[in-house]
């Protein structure tokens, strides 16, 4: 009898893998934090290189359209005036022209008066229309239209736009800093108000000066704003001006415009005063201004 087949041999189970071991990593450094400042407010204003820049181009056009002006208003063309001509002679109503016949007398020539000369026009200039803005001050407190309390314009000069000047809006102050600053959040934070403005030009077309002016709900928080308010350089006092400083942007050529600007406070408003003219900037120029300046917000 045939023998019955051997069992198959039982094949031997895999051996389980062990799962890899991850390798250890480093931990992660830890990032720097940002510090934040303990106190709101602008401590440092950016360079103004591309607003100096624009202004440059401005006063510039300015200046020459003046100094043009000022050619043709000195100097007008006068047409000449015909002299005036000798009266011909006349003959009597007897007096023959015949041969033998005597020259008739001649009338003598009547002068005639030479003629008056043109008056030389004179320029003239408009009369500013009367202001209807009213404020007040008292106890460091403004009260009214803020434009009241606006630099006044000289009797040498004409304002640029309303003679009142304008109100300025949050957009209009945010144009004057960096878009990476939150200007709303840190003007809410010291307790800001409302702005208003007003650049003028004396009519010679070498100066500008334009006013800023900043109202905050407190005195101290206007003065803390103004403690708080820099450029990118060192600042010097304002002369006659107690509580002010100032600045100077020297233009790199002559022929280019130069800057100063004066800061100061009376009671809760802050104050800025911004003269241009052509080549290095005089100081005694913005000690005028800021006197005029503050003297107008402390009397009203």
């Not at 840190?186 to 077309?205: C, E, V």
């Not at 100066?207 to 308010?229: K, S, Y």
């Not at 002010?244 to 600007?261: D, S």
Request: charged letters at 20%.
């Amino acid at each position: 009898m045939p023998e019955p087949p051997a069992d198959p041999e039982p094949t031997p189970a895999p051996e389980p893998t062990p799962a890899p071991v991850p390798a250890p990593t480093a931990p992660p450094e830890p990032q720097p934090q940002l510090q934040l400042q303990s106190q709101p407010g602008p401590t440092r204003r950016l360079p103004r290189a591309v607003g100096v820049g624009l202004s440059v181009a401005g006063l510039l056009a300015v200046t020459a359209a003046s100094a043009a002006v000022t050619v043709a208003v000195g100097r007008p063309d006068r047409p000449a005036h015909p002299a005036a001509a000798a009266a011909p002679p006349s003959t009597g109503p007897g007096s023959s022209a015949g041969a033998g016949a005597g020259p008739s007398p001649s009338a003598s020539p009547t002068p005639t008066p030479p003629p008056a000369p043109s008056p030389t026009p004179t320029p003239t200039v408009a009369p500013r229309p009367s202001s209807t803005l009213q404020g007040s001050v008292s106890g460091g407190k403004h009260s009214g239209d803020l434009r009241y309390f606006l630099l006044p314009v000289p009797d040498d000069a004409d304002p640029y736009g309303s003679p009142d000047g304008a109100m300025m809006s949050m957009d209009d102050l945010q144009a004057r800093y960096s878009k990476s600053v939150d200007l709303k959040g840190i003007l809410d934070s010291w307790g800001f108000k409302d702005a208003a403005t007003r650049t003028y030009r004396t009519r010679d077309g070498k100066t500008e000066v334009r006013t800023d002016l900043r109202r905050f709900g407190r005195t101290d928080r206007a003065q803390g704003f103004a403690d708080n308010t820099s450029f990118d350089r060192s600042s010097f006092g304002i002369d006659g001006v107690p509580n002010a400083k100032g600045y100077v942007f020297k233009p790199e050529q002559q022929a280019y415009t130069g800057e100063l600007v004066g800061i100061g406070v009376v009671g809760d408003v802050v104050y800025e005063v911004t003269v241009e003219v052509q080549g290095d900037p005089d100081k005694a120029l913005l000690f005028d201004a800021m006197k005029r300046a503050r003297d107008h917000l402390a009397d009203g």
